[in-house]
């Protein structure tokens, strides 16, 4: 079993910057790769970034791409995403997952753990 615990979520001005950190512990060699995903009230959970936890190979969803930034720190099992430039429509709450497989980076279904997520709230 690995978990993961998210932070770093609050509230922040159109065009500010927030970071948020997940911290995985457990079983974290059996992690093969880390991902963001979000979800705004009324849609469906969407792929914002993706991190391989050995190359550090990158994935970011086409619409964020710039303004977001997937990082690792193999140390201290923590995967980061840093928000820049963020829009009222980046409000949502984030979710942090892990799996231990490859495959397509984006599906959220084919991720093994979750965390309980850490709410982003963007104001114009």
């Known amino acids: 079993q690995v978990q993961l615990v998210e932070s770093g979520g609050g509230s922040v001005q159109a065009g500010g910057s927030l970071r948020l950190s997940c911290a995985a512990s457990g079983r974290t060699s059996s992690v093969y790769r880390m991902g963001w995903f979000r979800q705004a009230p009324g849609k469906e959970r969407e792929f914002v970034s993706a991190?391989?936890?050995?190359?550090?190979?990158?994935n970011y969803a086409d619409s964020l791409k710039g303004r977001f930034t997937i990082s690792r720190d193999n140390a201290k099992s923590t995967v980061y995403l840093q928000m820049n430039s963020l829009k009222p429509e980046d409000t949502a709450l984030y979710y942090c997952a892990a799996r231990r497989n490859g495959g397509s980076y984006s599906s959220a279904f084919l991720y093994d753990y979750w965390g309980q997520g850490t709410q982003v709230t963007v104001s114009s």
């Open positions: 991190i391989s936890w050995s190359s550090g190979t990158t």
